[in-house]
């Protein structure tokens, strides 16, 4: 797809990053920031927004789609098995609350909330991650540009 500068300039974008393994999630955010500016889209019309963890980014996707500023939000997020079971919730709610801002708000939403299965703390896993993040931070980007481009030539279309 084709880059989205033609509405760049009035584009708005949030990009909300998780604290927790924020060595890994930065990775994320940052390829995403490179991707959308490769993009066309200047860098004063990106805003980046960090909470602590995971959980924490759907009400505050909520909050930047009531307030009418953004075209789209984009999270990044790394939910880890911790041993007890709880990432799959977490990881659940999070997703679950991402769509339903997208929904009622009618902003689109995008997630690179990631829940790897087996993760661990050595260097390995986190050098993988890590690179993996940059990919998925891409991934989300073009993501949405292209909805975005979609949504406008959906727009066009049904108002001819």
């Given at each position: 797809m084709g880059r989205f500068s033609a509405h760049a300039p009035s584009t708005r974008i949030a990009i909300i990053s998780a604290g927790w393994h924020a060595d890994i999630v930065g990775q994320s955010r940052e390829a995403c920031l490179a991707e959308l500016q490769a993009h066309g889209l200047p860098p004063d019309r990106i805003e980046c927004f960090e909470v602590p963890g995971a959980f924490e980014i759907p009400l505050h996707a909520?909050?930047?789609?009531a307030s009418g500023r953004f075209d789209a939000i984009l999270a990044c997020g790394l939910v880890v098995d911790g041993g007890i079971y709880r990432h799959d919730?977490?990881?659940?709610?999070?997703?679950?609350?991402l769509m339903r801002v997208q929904l009622d708000s009618g902003v689109p939403v995008f997630s690179a909330v990631l829940t790897p299965h087996h993760f661990h703390e050595h260097d390995e896993h986190r050098r993988y991650f890590s690179e993996h993040f940059v990919k998925k931070g891409r991934e989300?980007?073009?993501?949405?540009?292209?909805?975005?481009g979609a949504r406008l030539a959906l727009k066009d279309l049904l108002a001819a």
């Open positions: 909520q909050t930047l789609a919730f977490v990881a659940t709610a999070v997703i679950d609350g989300l980007a073009q993501a949405c540009m292209q909805t975005l």
